[in-house]
């Protein structure tokens, strides 16, 4: 690739991606809930954000290091759980761990993979966590559960806001079917079987989601998950303080401020806007991470000021899966973990314990 169309920001890769894959796989990766009004508002909160910059202070060496419940990571900036990597790139999960590895940077892997758990470890160089949706039937989650401790995986982020799939118009409208050999290789068949059947009319993505997540789920469940596991528990979907505090409450280890990148419910507040509240509530008992619409290092300096311990980047990622392979994964990485230092430098904060609430605009 040339100098010149190099891509020196996240948002250059969305316009290389477009060209690699069809219309309706954009759609569904790109698209949002409803009007998608909470799609745009994850990233338009952050054009708000005004940063403080402070000088003079000695910013020779920025350290961008971080750990999270004893695993160190070089960078702040993991890849948030996404379904079927396949839809972008022929080796999948595969291609993404690998890239993320390169960057020793930590990979959320989703429930819905689209290579097997098991392949996803043998390929990763950096920690992988396994996101679970609560399906109804609890024996295949004990399996999922069981695999995924024996294959490494570290920890589990259970997703929560997504009790009925989004009305998610584009795909609605392109009748959205998964590709010819781009499967949950991880989930029973029996499991994606039913949901089919169950609902014809419906995106395909919609049809298993309805049949399969547990509608009737509450806070006494997670006991349930509690008991299967010694691995941290973090709970993914959390916009409130009142649900910040049941989790402390509930025993579990960590949550990720997140409305699944304006996918499930519109309206819902951008993520940036909730993270203070959700931060008081647990008053630094767990970690509290944060995703949606994180396209710059400002913007990962803006969720760390305000009290995230570590951000997750979703659609940028795939855009470079698309463009590139594992090493568009890579490059994502390293160019917004580049921007966080020169973000760094410019504030200021020589290393991440440095970057307080004072850092930005009330
Ligand atoms: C194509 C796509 C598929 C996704 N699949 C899942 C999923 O299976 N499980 C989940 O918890 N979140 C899923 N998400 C939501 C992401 O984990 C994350 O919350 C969101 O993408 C962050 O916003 P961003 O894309 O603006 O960075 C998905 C997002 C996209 C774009
Ligand atoms: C298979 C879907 C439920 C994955 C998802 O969470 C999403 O598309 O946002």
Same mark, same amino acid.
């Given at each position: 690739?040339?100098?010149?169309?190099?891509?020196?920001?996240?948002?250059?890769?969305?316009?290389?991606?477009?060209?690699?894959?069809?219309?309706?796989?954009?759609?569904?990766?790109?698209?949002?809930?409803?009007?998608?009004?909470?799609?745009?508002?994850?990233?338009?909160?952050?054009?708000?954000?005004?940063?403080?910059?402070?000088? =003079?202070? #000695?910013?020779?060496?920025?350290?961008?290091?971080? @750990?999270?419940?004893? !695993?160190?990571? $070089?960078?702040? %900036? +993991?890849?948030?759980?996404?379904?079927?990597?396949?839809?972008?790139?022929?080796?999948?999960?595969?291609?993404?761990?690998?890239?993320?590895?390169?960057?020793?940077?930590?990979?959320?892997?989703?429930?819905?993979?689209?290579?097997?758990?098991?392949?996803?470890?043998?390929?990763?160089?950096?920690?992988?966590?396994?996101?679970?949706?609560?399906?109804?039937?609890?024996?295949?989650?004990?399996? =999922?559960? #069981?695999?995924?401790?024996?294959?490494?995986?570290? @920890?589990?982020?259970? !997703?929560?806001? $997504?009790?009925? %799939? +989004?009305?998610?118009?584009?795909?609605?409208?392109?009748?959205?079917?998964?590709?010819?050999?781009?499967?949950?290789?991880?989930?029973?068949?029996?499991?994606?079987?039913?949901?089919?059947?169950?609902?014809?009319?419906?995106?395909?993505?919609?049809?298993?989601?309805?049949?399969?997540?547990?509608?009737?789920?509450?806070?006494?469940?997670?006991?349930?998950?509690?008991?299967?596991?010694?691995?941290?528990?973090?709970?993914?979907?959390?916009?409130?303080?009142?649900?910040?505090?049941?989790?402390?409450?509930?025993?579990?280890? +960590?949550?990720?401020?997140?409305?699944?990148?304006?996918?499930?419910?519109?309206?819902?507040?951008?993520?940036?806007?909730?993270?203070?509240?959700?931060?008081?509530?647990?008053?630094?008992?767990?970690?509290?991470?944060?995703?949606?619409?994180?396209?710059?290092?400002?913007?990962?300096?803006?969720?760390?000021?305000?009290?995230?311990?570590?951000?997750?980047?979703?659609?940028?990622?795939?855009?470079?899966?698309?463009?590139?392979?594992?090493?568009?994964?890579?490059?994502?990485?390293?160019?917004?973990?580049?921007?966080?230092?020169?973000?760094?430098?410019?504030?200021?904060?020589?290393?991440?314990?440095?970057?307080?609430?004072?850092?930005?605009?009330?």
């Amino acid at each position: 690739m040339g100098t010149q169309n190099a891509p020196l920001r996240l948002t250059d890769y969305r316009d290389l991606a477009a060209g690699h894959v069809t219309r309706p796989v954009w759609d569904f990766v790109d698209g949002g809930s409803g009007d998608e009004r909470t799609l745009a508002a994850n990233t338009a909160a952050y054009d708000h954000r005004r940063l403080r910059p402070r000088i =003079l202070t #000695d910013v020779d060496k920025i350290d961008t290091r971080t @750990a999270l419940f004893g !695993t160190p990571l $070089a960078t702040p %900036i +993991g890849l948030a759980p996404v379904a079927y990597h396949r839809l972008l790139h022929p080796e999948g999960e595969v291609a993404t761990v690998r890239g993320a590895g390169a960057a020793a940077a930590l990979t959320v892997v989703g429930i819905f993979a689209s290579r097997t758990l098991e392949d996803i470890a043998r390929a990763a160089g950096g920690p992988l966590w396994l996101q679970l949706y609560w399906l109804r039937r609890r024996a295949v989650l004990e399996q =999922l559960i #069981d695999r995924a401790e024996a294959a490494g995986y570290e @920890a589990f982020v259970v !997703t929560l806001d $997504a009790k009925r %799939i +989004g009305q998610r118009l584009r795909d609605m409208r392109n009748g959205f079917t998964l590709p010819e050999g781009v499967a949950a290789v991880n989930v029973d068949p029996a499991v994606m079987a039913e949901a089919h059947q169950a609902h014809e009319a419906d995106s395909a993505i919609a049809a298993h989601a309805e049949t399969s997540f547990d509608r009737a789920l509450t806070w006494d469940d997670l006991a349930w998950l509690r008991a299967r596991t010694s691995k941290p528990i973090l709970l993914k979907g959390v916009l409130t303080a009142e649900d910040a505090r049941l989790a402390a409450e509930h025993g579990v280890d +960590g949550i990720v401020v997140s409305n699944h990148g304006g996918r499930q419910l519109d309206n819902a507040v951008p993520t940036i806007d909730a993270l203070e509240e959700c931060v008081q509530a647990v008053a630094g008992t767990m970690p509290v991470l944060i995703d949606g619409g994180i396209r710059r290092g400002t913007d990962v300096f803006t969720a760390l000021a305000l009290g995230a311990s570590a951000v997750l980047i979703g659609r940028p990622f795939l855009w470079g899966l698309a463009a590139g392979g594992a090493e568009g994964v890579t490059d994502v990485l390293r160019l917004a973990t580049s921007e966080l230092e020169h973000t760094m430098t410019l504030m200021g904060t020589p290393t991440l314990a440095d970057i307080d609430r004072t850092a930005v605009r009330p």
